[in-house]
Each structure stands twice: as C-alpha cells, then as structure tokens.
C-alpha cells in the first residue's frame, strides 16, 4: 500500500514531533479526541515521569491506512508506521489489524453522540436531520473515505429518513455541490460554518461542546437520543505486537480506564 499523505496544513494533528526519533511513547489517537489530548498527556506524564511522547489526532481510517503502509507522509518527514497505541471508533478496523496479527486484543474505552453544529444564531434556521435534505441548505459532510464517523452519520440519516435521506444528501446533493466533502476530516466542519460556506455539518457532540468552551461563534442542535447514535458509538483502542515502548504502552492503556483519565473525558462532553 502507498504511503499516505497529510496534508501540510494538519499540523495541529501531529504533535511531538521533535521526539519522532527518541519518543518514549507514539499515540495514534482517533481525531475526534483532538481537544483532550493536551490535557490527558500533560497528566499522565506527571503520573509516570514520560516526557518525550509523540501523538497524532486524525481520523482513524487514514491513520489505518498510515500502519498498513508502513508510514505516512507530512511535509518531509515520515510519520511511524508501528505506534505503541491505536484507537478507533471502528470495530473492523481493530479486527483487521487483529487478523494480520499487529495487535492482540482490544477494549472499549469511550463514547461519543453526533449532534448538527450551525452557525450562531442558525441562520438558515436548521431544526431536523430531515432538514439537510432541503435544496438551500450547504453542509459539510465527513468523507466516508477517511472517517469513521461519516458511517454512524449516513446511519443517522438512515434512521431519519431512510435511504431516500440517504441517497438525497450523500448522492444527490454532492452532486449539486450543497454537500460539501471533508478533504481530511471534521475540523474542517467549524471552519466553513465560520467562513459561511456551509449551513450545518454533522459532527461529534465533543467537538460542539469544544467551540462553545472556546466562544467560537457557534451553536449545535441535538438530533435525539433515537438519532444521535450513543447506542453505537463506541471508541477501541489496543497496543502493538512490536510495539516500540511496550511497557509506557501498557502504561498507558492502563491509564486510559482510569478514573483521572475518564473525569478528563468527561469534561469535554464524551461518555462512559
């Protein structure tokens, strides 16, 4: 498999990387945790005395594709193909990597909800999931191509309009230009509803959450408990067969399900 590309401008993704060729610790983390992660490292190296980690927040089917290929591209650097640590809110992607035989076994550690962030005050006056399928409404859509999340997405709106909501907005208004495709992943959702290029995006209730903590000039919409996929969307995480630091794996792992680790979660809106 080729080598995976990062964009340049996804810097904010991939931390530590002055520690690429000495890191104690190399954390592929699923992007949605971007906002946490700053925090729970900071805490666990307090908590075990590991200062040189290196971790990357992008979505976790690009970081699958970054393990299976032996690396990934970034400016002029390769990033590790082996990391210590992996998660996802993908099940067959821990299984595949269970198959090739890289990864013993994984747990879940986390949950998440979807929720429609708008611009503040809304002003194309989304109310519904059922209302993304109008002609004048512009949204920012996770590529399935790349995220993990765009599947309990397109389920959302399975759930609320069947395949005929799905086919509207993953067809046809992609094909008129009113669903407008991520190029890496969701991040990019708060950046055209500021710049107005779009109406609404689907995007992890943490990420909304996030921008309010932040006084970004957005609101979010709660689609309901029966849309909002909580009773699917679950985050795996598993260390490496060849991990480079087994032990500040296991470290780690260990640290994840533990209660300091899940007050810091839980902070920024995800769930038990």
Known sequence: M??????????DDIRGLEYLDCAELILLMAGNQFMV?????ETFKKGTG?????????????????????GAKFRNIILPGIPDIYSSVSEDSMNLLKNRGLIDDYFI???NRIVLMVPKNNPAGVKSVLDLAKDNV???QPNPE?????????????RAGGEQLVKRIMVE????GTTILTTVHHRETPERLMKGICDVGPVWATEAIYAKMKNLPLDFIEVGKDL?????????????????????AKLFLNYIMSEKAKKIYEKYGFLR
């Open 2 to 11: 080729e080598m995976p590309v990062i964009p340049s401008e996804r810097g």
């Open 37 to 41: 992660m700053e925090e729970l490292i």
């Open 50 to 70: 590991i200062k040189k980690i290196f971790y990357e927040t992008l979505p976790p089917k690009l970081m699958l594709r970054q393990i299976l290929a032996g």
């Open 109 to 111: 550690y986390l949950h």
């Open 138 to 140: 512009r949204i920012s």
């Open 146 to 158: 790349n995220e993990d999340i765009a599947k309990y997405i397109i389920e959302m709106y399975r």
């Open 173 to 176: 208004k992609v094909r008129e």
């Open 228 to 248: 909002d996929m909580r009773d699917k969307v679950n985050y795996y995480i598993a260390s490496f067969r060849d991990s480079p630091n087994p032990k500040n």
